[in-house]
């Protein structure tokens, strides 16, 4: 087993895809976006209950691989609670993490999908379900598609 | 007779690493690798004989048309065509059958009217007739596929072959389940029934002898680059007399009799459909993969293929929790499979490290992917080079990815 790729799938990623968190679709939810990738067939869809500009809740659905299944799983558990600016912030230090690969300094579970910047290939993967809840946050009623949203 | 003994020195690409490990090259289906014959006669064409074809008066230009004509005749005869005339040159098998649909599709289909297609169709045998329909006012129907064992239901072929049926496109090997199709049957009810047969020829034009008047097809369409030769060319059969009945589907320079103004008269088939500078260059190297593949004999090429089909199927089903498509019995060759735990593009990545060249996803195949209950499967296809030992580096390699994510 390379260390590429035990970096890229970290005890994080393969538990966030195994025990998937905050899944399945809540019933309160106020906000809905859907994410696909259309080159691998990956899909997922984000339910949001937002009050104020508080994510108050959050679930996601849907299949693909492990990257993008324990990505969303994973984002999930890093916005509930937080409110829409601090989310977006959340997101530009994901994205930041797999298109450079740099970890970030303080420990967090998000340091995990830093191996996926040595794969490119992937990294559509990892910011499928952020992509979708982006989309929500914006009432965006557009399916999120990799095919038009930069990584 | 080429030699099969030292095959794989025949393919310059196959003699490198992958991530540290030999490259084992099971990505077929999708493109195949191209032997140093072919890459030699695309040189010399651009070496020596480079001109535009058919217009110019010069030495270069009339050994260039010799070529491209050469590579047509050669065409013929590798499908045993009745002509020359009846090879159309395009960019692959995907234009062809846009060609057959938006042409023959758009001059004889009409409101009412039924394209009749299968389940198991590519979408590059789906789309295009979904187009001319929406243009037409034809339906679609489709003859269905009997689940993983991958078969087409043939007892309900009569029976979806009504008078309203204009039209039989079926693809000849699945490029998804390994299914073979009984082509030349399929292509006899159709005619009984007076509908006129397409048949989508990308996956068994390189791996078996294909022969469209023993099929008795109208017409047949194909890719160069997933038979030993280069991207960018293809042709397509049609029997002459539906060719000739065709209007143009595309207009411009060297498919024209006479311009004027407001109105002009078309060549005959081929040129008809030939419209522009045609890709000659890569057609005289479609010429010399078919040389290369007669070398080494299509019937042996189907043998082999076969054998490594079956071969993975009974080596893969040892993989626990492995879920195979296709039939047990003949296959082509490839193998497609899923895990219920594993996604299919981690098993390509983890693969890959290993220096294996896989294909993972819905393979252009994504309304059978939902009848079946996927959102994709993994993909070995083998060609001339592969062999047996390959097979078993898969399968470690697939053994140590399913324990990696199951822990």
Known sequence: MSSDLTDLYQHVILDHNRRPRNRGRIPTAN????????????????????????????????????????????????????????????????????TTGREPEEISDVAAFAGVHAFPARIKCATLGWHAFLNALKDDPAPATTENTPD | MNSWKNIRDDFPILNQEANGHPLVYLDNAATTQKPRAVIDALSRFYERDNANVHRGLHTLSMRATAGYEG????????????????????????????????????????PGDVILLTEMEHHSNLVPWQLVAKRTGATLRFVPVNGDEGLLDLPSLDRLLTPEVKVFAFTHVSNTLGTINPAAALCARARNAGVVTVVDAAQSIGHMPVDVRAMDCDFLAFSGHKMAGVTGIGALYGRRALLDAMPPWQ???????????????WKPAPERFEAGTPNFGDAVALGAACDYLDGLGRAEIQRHGAALGRRAYEVLSGIPGIRLLGPRGERAALVSFSFADVHAHDVVTFADQDGIALRGGHHCNQPLMKKLGLTGTTRASFFVYNTEKEIEVLAASLRRTVKFFRG
């Open chain 2, 71 to 110: 590579a047509r005749a050669r065409v013929a005869a590798f499908v045993n065509a009745a002509a020359p005339e009846e090879i159309v040159f395009t960019r692959g098998t995907t234009e062809s059958i846009n060609l057959v649909a938006a042409s023959w599709g758009g001059a004889n289909l009409k």
């Open chain 2, 251 to 265: 207009g411009g320079g060297g498919m024209i009799a006479h311009v004027d103004f407001l109105e002009s008269r």
């Open chain 1, 31 to 98: 906000r809905v976006a859907h994410g696909d990738n259309p080159t691998c067939g990956d899909q997922c869809s984000v339910f949001l209950r937002l009050e104020g500009d508080r994510i108050a809740d959050i679930s996601f659905d849907g299949s693909g691989c492990a990257i993008s299944q324990a990505s969303a799983s994973l984002m999930t558990t890093q916005v509930k609670g937080k409110t829409a600016a601090e989310a977006r912030a959340l997101y530009d230090h994901f994205h930041d993490i797999v």
